[in-house]
């Protein structure tokens, strides 16, 4: 049931009192966003079967992640009076360390900014397509609908309509898949169809010898494992009672994952053999572009409205973290009230907007160069944490700040070509924990229960 408190905990966590299958499905909404609708559905069209390697590989290390830091991540946040992703890191073992959490929450704000922004440009590549809007009136929108109601319920709001959305966003791809497969006899026409696109589109991998590929792969694992950095994400799993449902979750997050990512491959696919591919033509508005050519008026309408929908889900997510980590972890304590969390949500939503409206890169290019950073940051903090380990507060510090510093070096060398750059990032991370788990004065913390 849909309730709302004028707290600033239900504003940021709902009380952590969000039904175990919400919370999944929030979860797994905000994380499958206009980077499928457009970025993945764009990538298949233009690469070919292969891309199904991003799949098997993103959905395996997010199931990693899961098992790995889920139920300790849940209990860590039960037993602690946080109300932010940066405020768990400075606080998982009632440390108290403040350093390290305004340190998380100034490295969040600029990259969920960012993240955000695809969204908006993701929105409003859906409305060019339809209404042959520009790309400022779409994104400013989207940006309007994502201020109201976020001020209207905070995270509490924005679960639910993430869980309506999920549904909406399943219907539709489930919808193109059929209407794309009945323009052809059968599936051997489909299959011929393809495999005539051009030489090597319908092999399982990508072109390499056994290296090549095998660090392809991995490097999509690291990209899945990558979901612990992510505090949007996180922070649902962090406000489902009763702790202990962790199998719910798993459950419902993982099979809606696994159909609505194999079912992106599929539209790409389709899409491909049924649209030309020229020189002008933009992959990533294989989605719209599809529908409007295929559905009657009010069908087209309903994809769309899952393409923004699912921008929407993802981008208020990431404007109500930021706000999260802005009230909380970067203003003195004075100031965490409902009101500065309100105030902040604007401000990160302003500069969400402006990051959509300047910047020229592709949504999958921009969605992951957010991702990956934020994945390199955080995930191996998390992990270390749920596995035991207690870094002093530099020693964790320096983890934070050294995954990036790698993914950005990686990437400057031009070796994301190699493998993805979250892979080193976040190995540099892990590794170096041994390194500096002493550094500096370490007093005796409370484990948690």
Not at 34 to 53: A, D, R
Not at 134 to 149: C, K, P
Not at 162 to 170: C, F, G, H
Not at 378 to 406: D, H, Q
Request: proline content about 4%.
């Amino acid at each position: 049931m849909l309730y709302l408190k004028d707290s600033t905990e239900d504003y940021l966590v709902a009380g952590k009192t969000l039904p175990p299958w919400l919370a999944a499905l929030s979860a797994v909404a905000t994380n499958n966003s206009g980077y499928m609708f457009i970025g993945m559905i764009g990538l298949t069209y233009t690469t070919g079967l292969s891309s199904i390697w991003l799949m098997i590989g993103w959905i395996c290390g997010d199931l990693l992640g899961s098992l790995l830091v889920l139920r300790p991540l849940r209990k860590a946040s039960a037993h602690r009076r946080v109300q932010s992703f940066s405020g768990l890191l400075g606080d998982w073992w009632g440390q108290d360390y403040r350093q390290l959490a305004r340190l998380s929450a100034l490295i969040m704000v600029p990259f969920l900014a960012a993240y955000a922004g695809a969204q908006f440009s993701a929105g409003s590549k859906a409305l060019q397509v339809a209404f042959g809007w520009g790309e400022t009136t779409g994104a400013l929108i989207g940006a309007g609908m994502v201020l109201v109601y976020s001020f209207s319920g905070g995270i509490r709001a924005s679960v639910w309509t993430d869980a309506a959305q999920s549904m909406v966003m399943l219907v539709a791809m489930a919808l193109l898949m059929w209407i794309g497969y009945q323009q052809f006899a059968g599936l051997q026409d489909v299959l011929t169809a393809l495999r005539d696109v051009e030489p090597g589109y319908m092999h399982w991998f990508p072109e390499g010898g056994l290296l090549d590929r095998s660090l392809f792969v991995l490097g999509w694992v690291f990209g899945g494992l990558g979901v612990l950095g992510q505090p949007h994400i996180v922070i649902r799993f962090m406000s489902f009672a009763p702790p202990n449902h962790v199998h719910t979750v798993r459950l419902y997050y993982y099979s809606w994952f696994t159909l609505f990512y194999g079912a992106t491959i599929v539209v790409g696919l389709l899409a491909r053999i049924l649209l030309p591919d020229t020189a002008q033509f933009d992959a990533e508005l294989a989605l719209p572009t599809l529908a409007q050519q295929l559905l009657p008026g009010a069908m087209v309408g309903l994809i769309l409205a899952a393409l923004f929908a699912a921008t929407m889900s993802t981008a208020d997510s990431l404007v109500l973290s930021c706000s999260a980590a802005v009230s909380r972890d970067l203003l003195p304590r004075r100031y965490a009230t409902l009101l500065a969390s309100r105030v902040a949500t604007a401000v990160v939503l302003l500069i969400a907007l402006v990051i959509a409206l300047t910047d020229n890169q592709t949504v999958f290019q921009l969605v992951l160069m957010a991702w990956g950073l934020l994945g390199t940051a955080f995930a191996p903090l998390l992990i270390t944490f749920s596995l035991g380990g207690r870094p002093t507060e530099r020693g964790a510090v320096l983890m934070v700040c050294l995954g990036p510093l790698v993914f950005l070096l990686w990437r400057a060398m031009g070796l994301g070509g190699v493998v993805y750059e979250i892979l080193p990032g976040i190995l540099a991370g892990l590794l170096v924990y041994p390194l500096v788990k002493n550094l500096g004065a370490a007093e005796p913390l409370e484990a948690t229960q």
